[in-house]
């Protein structure tokens, strides 16, 4: 179970252990997420958010959704894309869980048809694992902040600098 994103299309697992995700016409079994009533039928992108690390360089306008889930998600979810009544793409972290969700199946509508969406699927698949082991790929200036998951409660912390030495926190 060492993977580094776990893909669910079009199937939403029982249970979510810590780890990261991308949910595909599918809502995370979490208190909170659950869909309400029939799918939503042609739902329109309105807003998106566009300072978000998942939606850089990403243009959700003209979009064509043929359905899409009815999501009920709760208020700590961020919405990434907003339809007119429900979130059509999330994004959260909570409870040693990062999770990304496309509430439509992705055969239902023309996004990966545009430029936009392997923009999309490459700063998910960048943002879910940041926070794995290895950090490969990442490149940070000198004296910026870098994320990581250090756990839930963390006993002690040590850093190895470039010239190998090393400072515990």
Known sequence: QDFDVVVFDNVAPKQLPPGRYLLINALPPLEGFATEGEPLASPAIIDWNRVHPLTRYVNFESINISRALHVKAPSWVQTLAEGPISPLVFAMERDQRQIVGIAFDLYQ?????????????????????????????????????????????????????????????
């Open 109 to 169: 509508s023309d996004w990966p048809l545009r430029v936009s969406f392997p923009i999309f699927i490459n700063n998910t698949m960048n943002w879910l694992a940041r926070s794995g082991s290895t950090g490969s790929g990442f490149a940070y200036l000198s004296g910026a902040s870098i994320p990581f998951a250090a756990g839930p409660k963390p006993l002690s912390l040590t850093i190895r600098t470039p010239s190998n030495t090393e400072r515990k926190l």
